[in-house]
C-alpha cells in the first residue's frame, strides 16, 4: 500500500527494480539519439542527446514503473477479489491499463475532468474502467473506494516503488552515455525526475547536474521548493494535461528535494514552439513530453556551452487531430 513517508531509495533498490524492468518484455531499452546540437540549431558547443522514451512500450516512459510496482500487489488483487485504483490524466492510466490487462487484474483509473477524451476510449479499450472527477477530487475519491470498497491504490507518481522503477530510466542513460554533465526531465508529479536523478547521483555522478522542468500553469514541485514543503496545484491552467497533478507528493518532493539540483518553468506557447521543432526532425512528441526540450530551446537551463546535455523526451501520445491544432 502506499506509504506517504517512505525512506529515500537505496542504489541497492534502484538495481534491484532496475533488473526487474530489464526482464520484464514489456519496457525497452529505448533509443538515444547523440550529437544533436546542429540538427536544431543549438551552439555548436552543446553536446545535444535525446533520450526518446516517446518509443517506450505505450508511448511513454510509464510501464518502468508500474512494472516494479506491480511486483507487490496483494493475493487478493491477483486473484481477482480486489480492484487495483490509480489516477491519471492519461499516459500513467495507458500504461496502468494495459500492463493490469495483461495479468488479468481488475482495473479502475480515476482522470480529471481536464484529461482529453480520447485518453479515456484508450484506457477504456485495455478493459479498465474509468471514473472522472475534478482535480481536486481526485485522492479524496481514492481514499474512499480504498475505505469502503477495499481497493488497493496504486499512486501515480509519489510510490516508492514506482521512484526505483523509473530509475531504470537514469541507468540506461549512464549505460548509453556515460558520464553526462546535464540531464533534463519533465515533471510532473516527480516521480520519473526523482527516480532517475536518484540512480545517477547514487551511481556516483554526484557532479552530473539533473533539471526538472514544469509548465507555469501547473509548477507544484517548483513552488514546493521555494517553500520547503509540499504544495497542492490550487489553479491548472496547461495544455500539458500530464504535468498537471493535483498537488507534488511527500516522496517526490523529499527525492526532489535530495537529489534534484533545480526546477525550471516553460510556458504553454514555448512547449507548442518544442513540438513543433522535433516534429520538424521527424518525432511525435506530447506537449508533456516536449519539456526539457522547451527548457533549453529558450535558454532555461544554466551553463550549457560546452556540455553533454541529455534531454529526455518522455511521451508521444498525441493525436493526429491534437497535432494539427498545435501545428496551427
Known amino acids: 500500500m502506499y506509504d506517504?513517508?517512505?525512506?529515500?531509495?537505496?542504489?541497492?533498490e534502484l538495481k534491484s527494480a532496475n533488473e526487474v524492468v530489464k526482464e520484464s518484455p514489456h519496457c525497452i531499452h529505448t533509443p538515444m539519439l547523440h550529437h544533436m546540437q546542429e540538427k536544431f540549431g543549438f551552439d555548436e558547443s552543446i553536446d545535444l542527446h535525446l533520450k526518446l522514451e516517446n518509443m517506450q512500450i505505450t508511448g511513454s516512459f510509464k510501464p518502468r514503473g508500474i512494472i516494479y510496482q506491480l511486483k507487490s500487489v496483494p493475493e487478493k488483487a491477483i486473484s481477482g477479489e480486489q480492484t487495483l485504483v490509480t489516477m491519471s490524466a492519461?499516459?500513467?492510466?495507458?500504461?496502468?491499463?494495459?500492463?493490469?490487462?495483461l495479468q488479468k487484474l481488475k482495473a479502475l483509473v480515476l482522470m480529471p475532468v481536464t484529461a482529453p477524451d480520447n485518453r479515456e476510449t484508450l484506457i477504456k479499450g485495455y478493459g479498465a474502467d474509468v471514473l472522472r472527477c475534478p482535480s481536486s477530487e481526485l485522492q479524496p475519491t481514492v481514499d474512499k473506494l480504498v475505505a469502503e470498497e477495499s481497493m488497493h491504490f496504486m499512486h501515480s507518481f509519489d510510490d516508492a516503488r514506482l521512484l526505483a522503477g523509473h530509475g531504470s530510466l537514469g541507468f540506461e542513460i549512464l549505460e548509453d552515455l556515460g558520464d553526462p554533465d546535464i540531464v533534463v526531465v519533465c515533471c510532473g508529479g516527480g516521480g520519473l525526475l526523482g527516480g532517475t536523478a536518484a540512480a545517477i547521483k547514487l551511481s556516483g555522478k554526484s557532479s552530473t547536474r539533473v533539471y526538472g522542468v514544469e509548465p507555469e500553469g501547473a509548477s507544484a514541485m517548483y513552488r514546493s521548493r521555494k517553500n520547503g514543503h509540499p504544495v497542492k496545484e490550487e489553479n491548472i491552467n496547461t495544455i500539458a494535461a500530464g504535468l498537471a497533478p493535483p498537488y507534488a507528493g511527500p516522496n517526490c518532493f523529499r527525492h526532489n528535494m535530495e537529489f534534484v539540483d533545480d526546477m525550471l518553468l516553460v510556458s504553454d506557447d514555448e512547449l507548442v514552439k518544442a513540438m513543433k521543432t522535433l516534429y520538424g526532425a521527424g518525432l511525435v512528441v506530447e506537449p508533456s513530453g516536449s519539456a526539457a526540450f522547451a527548457a533549453l530551446q529558450n535558454n532555461k537551463i544554466p551553463d550549457v556551452k560546452g556540455k553533454k546535455v541529455v534531454i529526455v523526451l518522455t511521451g508521444g501520445n498525441v493525436t493526429p487531430q491534437e497535432l494539427c491544432k498545435y501545428m496551427n
Open 4 to 12: 506517504p513517508d517512505a525512506p529515500l531509495v537505496t542504489l541497492d
Open 90 to 101: 492519461g499516459n500513467y492510466g495507458k500504461a496502468f491499463a494495459y500492463l493490469t490487462s
